[in-house]
């Protein structure tokens, strides 16, 4: 296998940068659930049902695709690393 540094280095960082905001987007979905929820189950001080334009199948929907990325972004992150590991094997070999 091939390894290159900047490569490596490179995928590392932009996965990393994709989890950070894939798990941003999940909490954003997520709160889009609950505000649904909450809309859905609640009434205001006159009885009238509470209004908002929240969805609960879109945010169902965002958090399970936003799910996929980060674990998608997880896999290059390991990626990434067992090919740093495999370099440093390869400048300093273990020692038996």
């Known amino acids: 296998m091939f390894v290159s540094a900047q490569t490596s280095g490179t995928a590392f ?11 941003g987007r999940m909490e954003s979905a997520a709160q889009e659930v609950t505000e649904a929820v909450v809309v859905a189950l609640s009434v205001d001080e ?3 049902p509470i209004s908002s334009d929240a969805s609960m199948d879109d ?6 695709k936003e799910k996929h990325v980060y674990g998608a972004n997880a896999a290059v ?11 440093l094997d390869v400048v300093h070999p273990p020692s038996e």
């Open 13 to 23: 960082t932009y996965a990393s940068e994709g989890m950070t905001s894939s798990a």
């Open 59 to 64: 945010g169902l929907i965002s958090t399970v």
């Open 46 to 48: 006159d009885g009238q």
């Open 77 to 87: 992150v390991r990626a990434s690393d067992s090919q740093f590991q495999a370099l």
